[in-house]
């Protein structure tokens, strides 16, 4: 009879936990409740077995829904944390991240409210000194010191341009250079990303990464696909990158950025006078300030922003991922108490624990004198994660204006393709263009950055050719800020960001 009554509890739960669709977190939340609930241990760990499963394989694990996440991990342990970009890994201890057990099983919960559009990396901590990864999350962001468990929320939209497509041609990444630096006293080396097509190509804008070799890194930075993916896609023009390793060439172990990049007068001398002339003396460059950036995060900001301040007749756009001005107060003072420069700047910080203060204070100074600024926040920690997902932002905002017009229409297309919208940034107009291969059914729609749809632009079928829309942001009072269209037709489905800047 008691196994009767057992299997029954069972079958009654098997559906619940196959379907794994909740309408909402309280409904989650019940039939969690329910499964522990079941007095014999071994029905209950046969259903919350299944039940967990069944999250695992819709890549539910942590549990998300509108604002509301639960960690989960199942095993033996006295205690089970979370630590991660929500409380600073840690350091922050007026935050809750400690896991509670579940009754009388094995299954621990950390539940916590986010922004539904949030992107968080983050580990578990076992007793209190064994790091590991999320066993049951098969998202992961690489980090300077390994991977680790992602987070994403509901709304979050990974970006599609990090993503490497086949069709998509690859410009040429060069071995490790060398060059000794009279002004620093010893060997740095760098690499150079040229764009496809390269030996038919002159005048080429040029960007400076600094922490280059992770920046290069597909599994962080992912630069080189974001430029092979831009480039392709007609948003940029070509561009090359000459990537900064902070690392002694003959000890890879002995990074050096800490000395490197915080506000130092010898290496802003050796970028400025040794290496941009070496560059430009041996490849097609740009050499206008207007067309030669300097990027960087976190330490890397601070460097930008002072490359800005200091050599504005060397950089005139300036890429700051992640400051950490709070290291170097004084980068502030210098823009508060000095004139204009002649420079753009674009700025990106997350929300949690990524220097988001000191940001807004730059911000505010950079406005109060009528820089030329991009700034943005997102719900993000101090992650390669945000970084990667931002690059092409930033690139646009350099680039974009003059690079992505509409193609000629009256050829017909070889494939269909998500061509771009000109110009961007943009307002109160741009022009979004796109070729269909075939006669199709075609979907043009508008989505802001929570992912939720604006408005359908075209719901009609069109012929095979170059197509455009004038979308005005007028017409649907958008707010500044980033933007998603996409094109989908039965074949193919394309999606770009676009920047409406007031």
Known sequence: ???????????????CAMAQSFSSYFAFRDSLNRIIAIPDANTRNLVL???????????KIP?????????????????????????????????????????????????????????????????????????????????GFGPNSELRMPNYIFPPEVIRRPNVPQGA???????????????????????????????????????????????????LIVLDNLI???VIP????????????????????MQELPINPNYLRFVKEELVPRIDSLYRTNPLPSARAILGTSLG???????????????????????????????LTMYQDSARKPIRISMTVGTFFDGQNEARQMRDI?????????????????????????????????????SNAPKPQGTKPTRSKLLGNYPNPFNPTTIITYQLATPSDVQLELFDVLGRKIATLVNTRQASGTHTYTLNALQFSLSSGVYFYRVRTREFSETQKLLLMK
């Open 238 to 257: 070509p561009v090359m990158a000459v990537f900064l390793d902070p690392r002694n060439p003959s000890n890879l172990s002995q990074n050096r950025r």
């Open 63 to 143: 549990f998300a829904i509108g604002d509301s996440v639960a960690f989960l991990y199942r095993g033996n342990a006295n205690s089970v944390r979370w630590n991660g970009d929500f409380n600073s890994w840690g350091s922050v201890g007026n935050i809750q991240t400690n896991g509670s057990r579940l009754g009388n099983s094995d299954l621990w919960i950390l539940e916590q409210t986010f922004p539904s559009d949030a992107r968080l990396d983050y580990k578990i901590v076992l007793n209190g000194n064994t790091w590991i990864l999320d066993p049951r999350n098969a998202f992961q962001q690489m980090s």
């Open 301 to 331: 900001g601070i460097n930008s922003a002072y490359f800005g301040i200091a050599a504005p007749e060397t950089f005139g756009l300036i890429a700051i991922q992640s400051p950490a001005f709070w290291y170097r107060p004084q980068i």
């Open 173 to 223: 990444f060069s071995p490790n250079q060398l060059i000794n630096s009279v002004h620093l006293g010893y060997t740095v080396q760098y690499r150079i990303y040229t764009p496809a097509g390269y030996d038919s190509l002159s005048n080429l804008p040029v960007v400076y990464v600094t922490d280059g070799h992770e920046y290069a890194n597909d599994q962080m930075g992912s630069m």
């Open 49 to 59: 077995t299944d039940f967990l499963n069944g999250l695992q394989s819709a890549n």
């Open 366 to 402: 950079l406005r109060s004198k009528a820089y030329q600024l991009y700034y943005r926040e997102v719900p993000q920690g101090h992650s390669w994660g945000q970084w990667r997902g931002l690059l092409d932002e930033a690139l646009i905002y350099f680039f974009g204006i003059k």
């Open 1 to 15: 009879m008691k196994i009767i009554f057992n299997l029954l509890i069972f079958f009654l739960f098997v559906p």
């Open 232 to 234: 392709y896609d007609g």
